[in-house]
């Protein structure tokens, strides 16, 4: 067939024109024979087309030594400003009888949007005998080929390339037309409301410390909150400035945004706290954040021990024994004892020093359950009761004191010295015995006492201060003999009888547990 080859422009349009009019006719099962065009120059190389904006337009170019005729048309027909859906077709303009040839068909989407259920059909006359598809038609039926191309996307273009032959020589008509399934889609975006919250707090403090406590809200959401506040009402027990209620106000948070809020808690005693805070937004969307602080206290505990009495003169101990009945370390411990004025501080155990008028232990971190025992020696040259008020200090320790006493005392001794003059004595004359009694000791002696028996050989004659009892010379008790005091006491007697006497002297006071017994011997002659 020559006929493409010498048509015009004119012809060429007129002649397709008939071709889909054929079209027409044969969807309806009257498919006739288009009337043969009109002669025309020959036609151009490059494509021509109707010259319309809307139904048909047609081209014709040459190829490979072939002249192919291209046709579109945009679907819904005739509106190919507001149309969705554009088919090109191109189909060779001549071909041989028995030899294969290919024809194609181009859908494209107009739109940026996907159309659906794109359906193309083609109807061919009986003169041809159909080969291939690419892609193969989803159904064939007395002529007709249905491809059910599905979803379009945006300016997505699908080919199909149909193969076959002519039966015999004359015209093959070939006619393609499509639908699609308009739509009007919208976005709704979807999104999800939700809030976190975390809190964070030391697990264990001392009773003395603030407790640091940070709430971070967080939107873990795709959507704005508006409104958000966190709550954190604390436990019996503890506070923050006076309050046991605290909210923060973190106002809007977008996607991923979080905020922070700190606040310290003061204990007012020890044991464990459970906490709970609360966030919350207009949305209707909260979380909980909880945390536990345990609350620690060391208890120092301190006792004296000293000795109940010592003699001057002579070193004695003092010892504290120091103490954590807590739970939890006392650390920068110290005790300090003021020394007793009439005492003299000698040494201390555990590192004890002299700071001022004080003995000091620097004791460090007392462990809970770790007693240790504190020492210090004193000597004293004065009697009396000293007293030793130990106090005893750590840092979150409550400060805790002890006292005890030692009583210092002197040692009395008591000296009996006698003496006759003269010795010997005649029978007749007189001697004259001297006692003297000295508390040479360190201490008061009390109720000192001395009774004189005489000798038989002499008789009392007269005793100063003493009662006279036949041989016997008592002495008043004397009701405190301090030391190194002493009293004298003179007796004179008389010799009766020649001979060797030997008068006794007893002394007896409190320190004495028995008396004291003297004798001096008297030549009589």
Not at 139 to 154: D, M, V
Not at 400 to 416: F, K, N, P
Not at 480 to 502: E, M, N, R, S
Request: proline share 6%; net charge negative.
């Amino acid at each position: 067939m020559k006929l493409n080859r010498t048509i015009t422009q004119l012809g060429l349009t007129a002649a397709l024109t008939a071709l889909i009019a054929g079209c027409a006719q044969q969807q309806q099962g009257q498919y006739q024979k288009p009337a043969a065009a009109p002669a025309a120059a020959p036609m151009e190389s490059k494509p021509q087309t109707s010259g319309r904006d809307y139904g048909p337009a047609y081209a014709s170019y040459k190829e490979n030594g072939m002249t192919y005729i291209k046709g579109s048309m945009a679907f819904p027909t005739g509106m190919r400003e507001g149309s969705g859906l554009l088919i090109e077709k191109i189909v060779p303009a001549e071909v041989l009888a028995g030899q294969q040839f290919e024809y194609i068909y181009k859908v494209i989407n107009l739109t940026d949007y996907p159309l659906e259920n794109v359906v193309l059909q083609d109807q061919v006359s009986a003169n041809f005998n159909e080969g291939d598809a690419d892609p193969k038609a989803t159904e064939i039926t007395g002529g007709k080929a249905t491809w059910q191309l599905g979803s379009l996307g945006g300016k997505e273009t699908k080919m199909i390339h149909v193969k076959g032959s002519a039966k015999d020589v004359g015209t093959i008509t070939t006619c393609g037309w499509a639908s699609y399934t308009p739509q009007i889609c919208g976005d709704i975006k979807v999104v999800k409301a939700s809030i976190q919250l975390t809190k964070t707090e030391p697990t264990d403090v001392l009773v003395c410390d603030p407790i640091p406590v940070t709430l971070v809200v967080k939107n873990t959401g795709s959507s704005g909150l508006s409104g958000v506040k966190v709550t954190d009402t604390l436990p019996n027990g503890l506070m923050s400035d006076g309050k046991t209620s605290l909210t923060f106000d973190a106002g809007n948070l977008a996607p991923d945004q979080s905020k922070e809020f700190k606040f310290n808690a003061a204990a007012t005693a020890t044991g464990k706290y459970d906490n709970t805070a609360k966030a919350t937004s207009d949305q209707n969307v909260s979380a909980d954040a909880a945390a536990s602080t345990t609350v620690h206290q060391p208890v120092l505990a301190l006792s004296c021990k000293a000795r109940e009495q010592q003699y001057m003169g002579r070193s004695f101990d003092v010892c504290f024994t120091l103490a954590n009945t807590g739970d939890a370390p006392a650390a920068t411990t110290t005790v300090s004892v003021p020394i007793p004025t009439g005492l003299n501080f000698a040494t201390a155990t555990a590192g004890g020093h002299v700071a001022g008028n004080s003995v000091v232990w620097d004791v460090g971190s007392l462990a809970v359950n770790a007693p240790q025992q504190l020492c210090a020696t004193f000597t004293s040259a004065n009697a009396g009761t000293f007293a030793f008020n130990g106090s005893a200090k750590g840092a979150c320790a409550a400060p805790v004191s002890t006292s005890c006493e030692t009583r210092v005392v002197g040692i009395a001794a008591i000296l009996l010295e006698k003496a006759d003059d003269p010795d010997p004595v005649a029978v007749g004359d007189t001697t004259t015995y001297t006692v003297k009694i000295t508390n040479q000791g360190s201490a008061d002696d009390n109720h000192v006492q001395v009774v004189v028996t005489i000798a038989p050989e002499l008789v009392p004659v007269s005793a100063a201060e003493g009662s006279i009892d036949g041989q016997v010379v008592t002495f008043p008790v004397v009701p405190t003999l301090a030391p190194k005091a002493a009293v004298t006491y003179k007796i004179v007697a008389k010799g009766v009888k020649a001979g060797d006497g030997h008068t006794k002297f007893k002394l007896s006071s409190d320190v004495l547990t028995s008396p004291i017994s003297a004798e001096e011997s008297t030549t009589v002659y």
